[in-house]
């Protein structure tokens, strides 16, 4: 939208201007501000995510900032800027703590799980103790929520996490319990495409598509004899 704008010629004349205004009125210029974003950009929202999830932050709007936090997350991903993308989702884990007990919170907190998920098997291996931890957790929301659909990606990361690790018999229970879990969710929606087949994880049957062979071959074999 047209409007006055107005610039620092230094940002030193910024921080001093900005350390003049009450911490009320910055809370409530922080909030303004974002909500003020939020319908010029409208659609586009998700273009701006990082800027409004600071303003959201700033102004005491915990489940806003968490939501553009999140959404802030997945576009540093989209751009492998990773380093940006922790500080996002940790900035969340912190945000997260605001919140109230509930289940609000326990699918605010499931959502920055999955992303922090994908961020650690790219940045620090598939097979680190961390990844393990992160969904293990994340199968725990899930259960708790009743969300088959998310626990289908929450267990194809321990089943990843697991093969890669080498350990036998943990893969063989959770692909067990995937293959039940996906043609439960599968029945409980009826005719039509299963739900699990949307996932951003590939599906059970169709692994082999982003995985390099010999990971393919040792998840196949036992995905198809479950099937």
């Given at each position: 939208?047209?409007?006055?704008?107005?610039?620092?010629?230094?940002?030193?004349?910024?921080?001093?201007?900005?350390?003049?205004?009450?911490?009320?009125?910055?809370?409530?210029?922080?909030?303004?501000?974002?909500?003020?974003?939020?319908?010029?950009?409208?659609?586009?929202?998700?273009?701006?995510a990082a800027e409004l999830a600071m303003h959201f932050d700033e102004g005491r709007d915990p489940r806003?900032?968490?939501?553009?936090?999140?959404?802030?997350?997945?576009n540093a991903l989209h751009r492998?800027?990773?380093?940006?993308?922790?500080?996002?989702?940790?900035?969340?884990?912190?945000?997260?703590?605001?919140?109230?007990?509930?289940?609000?919170?326990?699918?605010?907190?499931?959502?920055?799980?999955?992303?922090?998920?994908?961020m650690l098997m790219t940045t620090k291996g598939w097979g680190v103790e961390e990844v393990e931890s992160v969904y293990r957790r994340a199968r725990e929301l899930c259960q708790q929520l009743d969300d088959a659909s998310r626990l289908l990606q929450a267990m194809w990361g321990l089943i990843a996490m697991n093969v890669v690790s080498g350990h036998d018999p943990g893969r063989k229970v959770l692909?067990?319990?995937?293959?039940?879990?996906?043609?439960?969710?599968?029945?409980?929606?009826?005719?039509?495409?299963?739900?699990?087949?949307r996932l951003g994880y590939p599906p059970v049957r169709d692994a082999d598509r982003r995985h390099s062979a010999g990971q393919r071959l040792t998840c196949r074999n036992e995905l198809e004899r479950h099937a």
């Open positions: 939208t047209l409007a006055a704008r107005y610039g620092f010629r230094h940002a030193l004349f910024q921080e001093v201007v900005y350390a003049h205004i009450s911490p009320e009125r910055r809370v409530d210029l922080h909030k303004r501000i974002g909500r003020r974003l939020e319908r010029a950009y409208r659609k586009r929202v998700n273009t701006i806003r900032a968490l939501s553009y936090l999140e959404q802030a997350a997945r492998s800027a990773y380093s940006e993308a922790g500080r996002h989702l940790a900035r969340g884990q912190d945000i997260l703590k605001a919140l109230p007990e509930g289940r609000v919170r326990l699918r605010l907190e499931l959502d920055l799980l999955l992303l922090r998920g994908q692909v067990g319990s995937v293959t039940g879990a996906r043609t439960r969710r599968h029945r409980g929606a009826g005719s039509g495409q299963c739900p699990a087949d």
